[in-house]
């Protein structure tokens, strides 16, 4: 029985097939069967898949915005960080989709606005606020990139957490041991949250050592 349409039921389903089974996944024609609805009727509501996969990452970008950021520019940079982490973690085809596009819906907008309202009170000059605002998105789409590669090698290998370590950990202490690679056993192991935050404090850190203003651990 076909369900009547609507354009948040489109978008819904193709996030959750989205989630499943990755962005190659989606199709106009895949999104449709999801639905039992004629491929040609979700073209009532959009001209083509990138529209669609346009409104899925800025109906997932409303889940990047804090209810209640903190005050203080630090805290709240580190927590609009950490909640986006969370997001791409639940999401992991996301990053690639805003890495494909920019990302300028509502939601977008909303997120970018909670960041710009953080240090709004540093007194910063225009190109200054975006450089930082760019330099923190940067580092936390690339840490989750990070984890997402470990995460996709150790589903297409069918490993464990803890098997693809020992298996990852065994190579690079081989590697070594015989001197092809003698500090890079130090780079075993997963991205952690410690490593998060504390790469996190050091870029903030620069930046507040650089222009002057107060900071500490969030």
């Known amino acids: 029985m076909r369900r009547r349409l609507s354009l948040e039921a489109i978008v819904r389903a193709a996030i959750d097939l989205a989630d499943a089974e990755g962005l190659d996944a989606i199709t106009i024609r895949r999104v449709a069967a999801e639905l039992n609805a004629r491929p040609m009727s979700l073209y009532s509501f959009m001209d083509r898949k990138d529209d669609l996969i346009e409104l899925m990452v800025d109906e997932i970008m409303g889940e990047m915005v804090l209810g209640e950021p903190p005050k203080d520019w630090l805290a709240a940079l580190h927590a609009i960080a950490a909640q986006t ?114 790469s996190l404090n050091w870029l903030l850190a620069g930046f507040a050592a650089s222009h002057g203003k107060a900071t500490g651990k969030p």
């Open 85 to 198: 982490r969370a997001v791409g973690r639940r999401h992991p085809w996301l990053i690639a989709a805003i890495m494909q596009r920019p990302a300028l819906g509502p939601n977008a907008v909303r997120h970018a606005e909670q960041s710009m309202a953080a240090i709004a009170g540093l007194g910063l000059e225009r190109e200054q606020a975006r450089t930082l605002l760019i330099a923190v998105d940067a580092f936390t789409m690339g840490f989750g990139g990070l984890e997402l590669a470990g995460h996709s090698m150790r589903q297409r290998d069918g490993l464990t957490e803890s098997q693809w370590a020992d298996s990852t950990g065994a190579y690079l202490d081989d590697l070594s041991r015989t001197g092809r690679a003698p500090h890079l056993a130090q780079l075993a192991g997963e991205p952690s949250d410690h490593a998060f935050v504390t």
